[in-house]
């Protein structure tokens, strides 16, 4: 057990697929299991307390989001000793794979989500879509999904083209259509952005009595980075393990936005972009005030500037 600890905080971000892949499940065996399943899935399980968080991440977006190339579950490991299944992918496949089907038949007719009091089901995007359709395997599970896909199937979300090249996916089978998937569910949560049109087209088809809808307006489409780059990933997988997470307590953690200048950017360009200067001056001024911020004390300027010249001569005064 010692040595899976010793790896779990051992870097592995970088290291070539196949080393990567040998890391993790040299960690898993030695607290669980390890098993491929097929050629783009992987399965990693680390046994400890009765809190189970599963997890349904990209191996590129692993390397690319964590500082240690560690699965974001293993975080949650070291940090509250939480039990932790991570569904792993090659590329992006939405986990639409026979043999991902039949591992989750196997751990429910061995009852395996049985042995724990509580059951986490989380993703982003592909994966948040996966979360979804996957918890109907632990009836009374929690959801986070941020930003999921409800289908691909062109009859249902023929809108979206982002991912064309993915139609030819069967989305119609077993563990098909993710929002009929959380029927299951204790509670799921779906975190989007509503000015995402295309995420906020997915959201709304996942509405449903027991899910609750958490919005992170104007913060763009790549919401699980920015969760982690503002330092609340932590604090929100955490509250929804200890059944706390709400609209309420997400407000709390989204108050971090203020001091995240990739927001602060993306907000002031829908304000310009929306013709509100007002508040776009409003907002130079709070952030000019409270931060180091060249931009905004040019944009600050320049929209001041711009109203002043716009006025009559006998109505121009320093606002």
Not at 29 to 38: A, I, N, R, S, T
Not at 52 to 57: A, H, I, M, N, S
Not at 71 to 97: A, I, K, N, Q, Y
Request: glycine letters at 6%; a negative charge.
């Amino acid at each position: 057990m010692q040595n899976a600890f010793y790896i779990m905080d051992t870097p592995m971000v970088g290291l070539p697929k196949g080393e990567w892949l040998e890391t993790l499940a040299t960690a898993s065996d030695e607290l669980g299991f390890f098993e491929p399943l097929g050629r783009q899935h992987y399965a990693s399980f680390v046994d400890m307390n009765d809190t189970l968080l599963v997890t349904f991440e990209n191996i590129q977006g692993i390397q690319a989001l964590s500082e240690n190339g560690h699965p974001l579950g293993w975080d949650m490991v070291r940090e509250h000793g939480w039990s932790h299944l991570c569904l792993t992918c090659d590329g992006d496949t939405w986990f639409r794979d026979q043999d991902v089907y039949e591992f989750f038949d196997l751990l429910v007719d061995d009852c395996f989500f049985d042995a724990y009091d509580h059951v986490i089901f989380y993703g982003a995007g592909p994966c948040a879509y996966a979360a979804a359709a996957y918890s109907v395997s632990a009836p009374g599970a929690t959801v986070l999904a941020v930003q999921p896909q409800a289908t691909l199937t062109p009859a249902i979300a023929g809108w979206d083209d982002r991912f064309t090249e993915r139609r030819r996916l069967n989305f119609t089978d077993r563990y098909g259509y993710a929002p009929d998937m959380l029927d299951a569910a204790q509670s799921a949560f779906v975190v989007f952005d509503p000015f995402q049109h295309l995420d906020a087209m997915h959201a709304a088809l996942f509405t449903r009595p027991n899910v609750t809808k958490l919005r992170m307006p104007h913060m763009g489409a790549a919401l699980q980075g920015s969760l982690i780059a503002m330092e609340i990933f932590g604090p929100l997988m955490a509250l929804t393990g200890h059944h706390k997470l709400d609209p309420v307590s997400f407000a709390k953690l989204y108050r971090a936005r203020r001091d995240y200048r990739p927001y602060l950017r993306f907000l002031l360009s829908a304000l310009e972009r929306d013709g509100r200067d007002d508040l776009a001056i409003q907002l130079c001024g709070n952030v000019s005030d409270r931060m180091n911020a060249p931009l905004f004390r040019q944009r600050l300027k320049s929209l001041r500037e711009n109203r002043r010249s716009r006025r009559p001569a006998n109505q121009i005064y320093d606002g």
